[in-house]
């Protein structure tokens, strides 16, 4: 199995809602991340969990808040969103080889999410 | 600082027109380069990873290459099923949690 799997597709929420974003690898990979594409711009990072400890923070805002229940989970609570982060939402997994992440990384389908 | 540039940044092929993409970096230590592929709406699909100058990966139709400034994604009798967004990304010698550096993307679209 080589697929990391992401619910829901698509997510229409107003900014006072709150929702979650689901992440789920069976590859046995210690290494999960979040990130966030806006349309014609590349994948720009939000987060890594390594050993399911939150490694990277890119100074998300805290309506973003992550978290990773087990080694092949990773969630993405959203609360009070602005209709700017209105984006696709990928989830990404990879291995650690030698003490730090492998490089490659294998990603979801993605969550396209509209804020109203 | 650690750039990634891509061109360019749209480019349209005839069926069976053979063409390259363009990855230009700077980096300090390069761990390795990246190409991935992206289709509309989806997450991005790994293509290839380059590790050292003169490097060459192979894939069906796709021919990726490294020197020590840029790689080159090169295209051979391009089909119609080939048109998608190529990334490319670097992973610098500072980094140690997979934090990729991606380019903004060449959208490639190939007419039959």
């Known amino acids: 199995d080589t697929e990391v799997t992401q619910t829901p597709k698509h997510l229409v929420m107003g900014m006072t809602n709150k929702k979650s974003l689901k992440c789920e690898q069976h590859m046995g990979h210690r290494a999960m991340y979040w990130y966030k594409q806006k349309a014609k711009k590349p994948p720009e990072l939000m987060f890594v969990?390594?050993?399911?400890?939150?490694?990277i923070n890119e100074s998300v805002p805290s309506r973003f808040s992550p978290e990773c229940p087990n080694s092949s989970l990773l969630n993405l609570h959203l609360h009070a969103l602005q209709p700017e982060d209105s984006a696709l939402y990928l989830c990404?997994?990879?291995?650690?080889?030698?003490?730090?992440?492998?490089?490659?990384?294998?990603f979801g389908s993605g969550t396209q999410l509209s804020v109203l | 600082e650690d750039q990634v540039t891509q061109s360019p940044e749209a480019l349209r092929l005839q069926e069976g027109e053979s063409s390259s993409l363009n990855c230009s970096y700077t980096?300090?230590?390069?761990?390795?380069l990246f190409w991935y592929r992206q289709d509309p709406g989806k997450g991005p699909e790994f293509l290839f990873t380059l590790y050292s100058a003169g490097e060459e990966k192979e894939k069906e139709r796709l021919k990726a290459t490294l020197t020590k400034k840029e790689s080159f994604l090169h295209i051979t009798a391009p089909k119609p099923e080939d048109s998608a967004t190529y990334l490319c990304a670097v992973l610098s010698g500072s980094s140690n949690t997979g934090k990729l550096i991606f380019g903004q993307g060449t959208t490639l679209q190939v007419k039959p």
């Open positions: 990404a997994s990879s291995q650690f080889k030698g003490g730090s992440a492998n490089e490659k990384l294998f």
């Open positions: 969990y390594s050993y399911e400890k939150l490694s």
């Open positions: 980096v300090s230590g390069l761990r390795g």
